[in-house]
């Protein structure tokens, strides 16, 4: 029988190595959207989910946290308090309906955003914009129309907003 105050040939010769924890990560990584993947955040909470690379999206897109989109996306986007921003692989035949729309990559669609649309240098935008605020980039491309409204959805006259016929813009 061993007993643990003496030393026998029963005794492991090396004992086991510590095992070193791995380091916490200083930022949590963006979630890849998949089917059945939903989170319940906030808007403003800082939690975007991602449409990868390789993922194609076909149908509607609802939810209430801000979307990356570095994949295929088309048919409908509705995230009206998030931002959608659309990475540099990014394509996106789609409307989208948002608070703020980044475009880095290429959409295909309308646009409308209850805050501002911003056309990076590198992306590309055809379809029409209605936002309170617009920025286009020395060398991003737009065809299309740009309808400015005012933060509550009426005109100065206090009227109801129309969209105006406008001319294409290229940039």
């Known amino acids: 029988m061993w007993k643990p105050n003496q030393p026998g040939s029963n ?6 190595p510590s095992r ?7 930022f949590e990584p963006p979630r890849t959207a998949s089917p059945g993947a939903g989170t319940t955040a906030a808007p403003g ?3 975007q989910a991602t ?3 390789s993922l194609v999206v076909k149908g509607e897109v609802t939810g209430s946290e801000s979307l990356y989109i570095d ?5 409908a986007i509705n995230l009206p308090g998030n931002r959608v921003t659309v990475g540099r692989n990014g394509q996106v035949a789609a409307n989208i309906v948002a608070r703020e729309v980044v475009v880095l990559g290429k959409v295909r669609g309308n646009c409308q955003a209850s ?5 990076r240098s590198e992306g590309s935008l055809t379809g029409d914009v209605i936002a309170a605020r617009i920025s286009i980039e020395d060398g991003a491309f737009f065809k299309g129309g740009i309808d400015i409204r005012k933060p509550g959805g009426t005109d100065l006259k206090g009227g109801s907003a129309q ?9």
């Open 11 to 16: 005794s492991p010769s090396t004992p086991e």
């Open 20 to 26: 070193p924890t791995p380091p916490a990560p200083s």
């Open 45 to 47: 909470t800082g939690e």
């Open 51 to 53: 449409i990868g690379k």
């Open 71 to 75: 994949g295929k996306v088309e048919g």
């Open 115 to 119: 805050d501002r649309v911003d056309i």
């Open 163 to 171: 969209p105006a016929a406008a001319e294409p813009v290229t940039v």
